[in-house]
T-cell receptor, first 113, second 109 residues
Framework: SAVISQKPSRDICQRGTSLTIQCQVDSQVTMMFWYRQQPGQSLTLIATANQGSEATYESGFVIDKFPISRPNLTFSTLTVSNMSPEDSSIYLC??????????FGPGTRLTVL | RKEVEQDPGPFNVPEGATVAFNCTYSNSASQSFFWYRQDCRKEPKLLMSVYSSGNEDGRFTAQLNRASQYISLLIRDSKLSDSATYLCVVNNPGNQFYFGTGTSLTVIP
């Protein structure tokens, strides 16, 4: 299994500001994933973060809005930029071992006022 | 078209009942399939993988029909602790996981 921590666990932010979410994994992994889960919805993949290259974004998500860093094989950050109330969601990072099970962090619960 | 589609429910069943969830996926090249369980305000966790031959884990049975691009989960003898949201998940080429919207189950005493 993988142990994943995220910071912050929750935050309440003002419209127009930005929040950076950190994800730390207990071992080295090639790919890290960032998901969003809006209230009452399932998980939507935002982007895949590969160490040493630019993140790959899914349709509907852009780098200017959700910049991602991946400085090493155990850490990644996701920034939610110029926030609006529509960005209120749970943001989860995850890793995948050997193309099999996805392990998730505990999530960051974001509320934008 | 969504990658994965599920009936959102909710399913409200009495203890001891048998309940079945269904899921369809759109990409015929999908490589692996899973059911995840998500408890309220928690992250999703793997319940079981789904194999073409069908597989069983205690009260839980998963089936995959590649021809119809259909996945199912059967829960027998439901327990109160089974109350959760069940997510159908597929892994597509490129190692990308796609999640269904989830099916909500409440087991009633």
């Amino acid at each position: 299994s993988a142990v994943i921590s995220q910071k912050p666990s929750r935050d309440i932010c003002q419209r127009g500001t930005s929040l950076t979410i950190q994800c730390q994994v207990d071992s080295q992994v090639t790919m890290m994933f960032w998901y969003r889960q809006q209230p009452g919805q399932s998980l939507t993949l935002i982007a895949t973060a590969n160490q040493g290259s630019e993140a790959t974004y899914e349709s509907g998500f852009v780098i200017d809005k959700f910049p991602i860093s991946r400085p090493n094989l155990t850490f990644s950050t996701l920034t939610v930029s110029n926030m609006s109330p529509e960005d209120s969601s749970i943001y989860l990072c995850s890793v995948n071992r050997a193309g099999y099970e996805q392990f998730f962090g505990p999530g960051t619960r974001l509320t934008v006022l | 078209r969504k990658e994965v589609e599920q009936d959102p429910g909710p399913f409200n069943v009495p203890e001891g009942a048998t309940v079945a969830f269904n899921c369809t996926y759109s990409n015929s090249a999908s490589q692996s399939f899973f059911w995840y369980r998500q408890d309220c305000r928690k992250e999703p966790k793997l319940l079981m993988s789904v194999y073409s031959s069908g597989n069983e884990d205690g009260r839980f049975t998963a089936q995959l029909n590649r021809a119809s691009q259909y996945i199912s989960l059967l829960i027998r003898d439901s327990k109160l602790s089974d109350s959760a949201t069940y997510l159908c998940v597929v892994n597509n080429p490129g190692n990308q996981f796609y999640f269904g919207t989830g099916t909500s189950l409440t087991v009633i005493p």
